[in-house]
């Protein structure tokens, strides 16, 4: 039986365009659109459809992403295998809706409250939009945990030629085995998947709770260790969910961006073919893989540019010993080729 | 089988207050759903934040206990990715009337096809006893220390000027009306929405100078006025009494619905 796919949304620039070619395609494909009332809903009605076992994803912008975090800490609590596009637009508040920007980028890791982790993965091209949506599903499926893809208005509106696969590679989710309690992890952290309509009588709840599915948010212990294996699932796999490219090892200088940034610092590499550059271009963003820092063995400083004051840029600095020099754009516009060299000369 | 073969028996005891109503509608719901001969794999119990909310975990079927005033679009995504499961909801007052009351407007207006039982205790009684959006004015609260300036919700009237195709009210006291207006409501295609007005002894009673629970739930009994009587008096154009609610069925209609198999 073919799964139904659902897409919950509510308009918003610069999204819109999802939802606008969901409802378009969705029931033609068997799926379901639903417009909901807002962010708050359109999260809620993605975990509900989740647990039937379809595959669920909704996509959103600044605002409307603050409205999904309570949802959002729901679908962590309760390990709901889910999809949330952010095309990132100018913020605080109502900000720049048709601007570039990527200031959600410590939202989408700590947005709500509490303790937990999630996978974000930061495409920077139609290609990579295309592929790390795919990518997007089987990593929720995989490891229960909200995926969110963080794209920018930028990669969000741009148009290029991109290479269908035929096939594209589906995952699909590990479901619970019989007589196992449905919140009773595997070696891998990860419990089997108890869907709804077959039988399992699961209670589902955002209370802590036992491997029964049952409440019991008073227990200490049981609270830790809960929350413990809902951030050690996620960050034990980070090696296996890393997505990274190296590009000039030996570099003294060396670039990271991930998202529409990655577009400059191309740029920047074509435009200098001495090897003496070094760039670390990233698609799997959280976790972070720090391991591929050390990859750079003779880095003198990291550069990274990003729209946004240093989001990612203080991430970096808990790993390395070398400078970590924050290149921020904000505004909407994409850093120029000039402003990135102009860094790189700045340094003696 | 038995509305009790419903129960989860290794979860009591249960968090419900000596002389809480909750348990009487849970029951008057169970056994409207035994009468349906729904498979308990096909079945889907769904609910937000509060006392109300605690009642899925309860019940052997799959059970969604989610986040405060959710409880609809929630259900709304489980009913529309599969249509085959019936979806219930358990709610009450502070979940669906206030931090729930835009998604109880819009599943009105979809029609969506689940069943909603409120249970409307006219207060936050999980958090402590603070005013609730149905308070009856001049009520004491922990929020409302000098009696509630606001006026009360009525939940009925909002979801029949929004669209549910089934709606009624009735009380903890009247058992086999609130069972037999449940079972209406899962018959009925489209939204059915049922209100159970109900005591909270711990919380709104002893605020409130009823000393014993039965004290209270014979005020909910003589001020519940039935529909036929209320339009009785209406129609002799004489005076509803301000302090009295109307129970029965308040509306059944055959509007376009969603989600229906």
Redesign the interface.
Known sequence: MTRTEFCAGYPITPSSEIAEECSRRMPLIGGIYMQMEDELGSMAALIGAAWTGARSMTATSGPGFSLMMENIGYAAMTETPCVIVNIQRGGPSTGQPTMAAQGDMLQCRFGSHGDYSIIALCPSSVQEMFTLTAQAFNLADRYRVPVFLMADEIVGHMREKITVPDRVENVPRRELAKGVLPFYPEHDLVPGFATFGKGYGVHVTGLTHDERGYPCATNVRLHHNLVKRLVDKVENARHDVADYDIINPDAEQVFIAYGAPVRTVQQVLHDNPDKNVGFLRIRTVWPFPEFALAQFKNAQRFLVPELNFGQMAREIERYVNVPVVSIPKLGGDLHLPSELTAALGGWK | MTFEDWF?KD?LPHIYCAGCGNGTIINCTLAAIDQMDWK???T?F?SGIGCSSRA??YI????????HG?AL??????????K??HVVVFTGDGDLAAIGG??F??SCRRNIDITVVCMNNQIYGMTGGQGSPTTPQGCLSTTTPYGSAEPAFDLCELAIAAGANYVARWTSYHVKELERAVLAGLQTPGFSFVEAMTQCPTNFGRRNKFKQVADQVEFIKSHALLKVKRDRLVEEGKEVPSDMFVVGELARRNRPAMGVQ
């Open positions: 989860r979860r308990k794999e096909e889907v769904v899925p975990g052997m079927t799959d059970s969604l206990h989610t986040t959710r679009a929630f259900a709304t995504g489980v009913k529309m990715a599969n085959k499961l835009n998604h407007i819009h």
